[in-house]
């Protein structure tokens, strides 16, 4: 028996009940598998190799997860809650200048020239566009409902 219990997978982060807008970052030892879902019995889990401080995003909401150790023993479980995160970033890239979504959710961008609105579009997450290199525009992103 002690052995069994010496070989059980030990979660250190994140903690029960934890809260962020950004990336999850899963810390343990002696686990193989990181499996993480959207329910406690982990019907469809995502199933990833064990690397420990591996970050991982997802879509808002709350999940369960777990780490499988040697002889397909199980840590406990713990649940976890992602909520909305928006990061609207302008970065240079070969010469030009992109808009880029940085956060978890499709956004809809305005853009003003000298204080008038000059236009809109939609930036889905993880994407970027092309703007100009004009520095009376200003971009404001929000969540699109």
Do not use: C, H, M
């Not at 959207?38 to 995003?57: G, T, V, W």
């Not at 940085?102 to 809109?120: I, K, M, P």
Request: a negative charge.
């Amino acid at each position: 028996l002690f052995s069994l219990i010496y070989l059980q997978p030990s979660l250190t982060s994140p903690e029960d009940k934890f809260t962020t807008t950004g990336a999850v970052l899963f810390s343990f030892e002696k686990g193989d598998k990181l499996y993480v879902d959207d329910n406690a019995r982990f019907s469809s889990p995502e199933i990833y190799e064990a690397e420990n401080n591996k970050p991982i995003s997802l879509e808002p909401g709350t999940y369960y997860w777990k780490v499988e150790g040697p002889l397909n023993i199980d840590s406990e479980i713990r649940q976890f809650t992602i909520t909305s995160f928006v990061e609207l970033r302008i970065r240079e890239k070969d010469g030009k200048y992109e808009l880029v979504n940085g956060g978890n959710e499709r956004l809809n961008v305005d853009v003003y020239e000298g204080g008038s609105l000059t236009g809109s579009f939609i930036l889905e997450r993880e994407d970027e566009k092309n703007i100009e290199n004009n520095p009376n525009n200003t971009y404001i992103g929000g969540k699109n409902e």
